[in-house]
Nanobody
């Protein structure tokens, strides 16, 4: 019942900026971690950035200093501000919600993925 929808992808020239957003909807009590992953053709999916419900962030070395992840716990949204984009940033970016509680009567955690949004950076 929980869905994640990404938006904000597109085409941008090297050095430009994009802002990705992801909104989680459905029966949600809490989301421990929200994260952005990316996957380019022929490459393994990699973690780009993640943020806990308490605001603790983690970034891939390749994007640290250029990307900023933030979230609104009340709205169950996560945003990735991408600056100084490089051609190697080109990939499908996927939103992930980790350790999601969906009901007071359900003690289990659930993970969800969005469908992804394409980011293309031209040289």
């Amino acid at each position: 019942q929980v869905q994640l929808v990404e938006s904000g992808g597109g085409l941008v020239q090297a050095g430009g900026s994009l802002r990705l957003s992801c909104a989680a909807s459905g029966s949600i009590l809490s989301i421990a971690v929200m994260a952005w992953y990316r996957q380019a053709p022929g490459k393994q999916r990699e973690l780009v950035a993640r943020i806990s419900s308490g605001g603790t962030t983690t970034y891939a070395d390749s994007v640290k200093g250029r990307f900023t992840v933030s979230r609104d716990n009340g709205k169950n949204t996560v945003t990735l501000q991408m600056n100084s984009l490089k051609p190697e940033d080109t990939a499908v970016y996927l939103c992930n919600a980790e350790h999601v509680r969906i009901s007071w009567s359900d003690p289990y955690f659930h993970d969800y993925w969005g469908q992804g949004t394409q980011v293309t950076v031209s040289s």
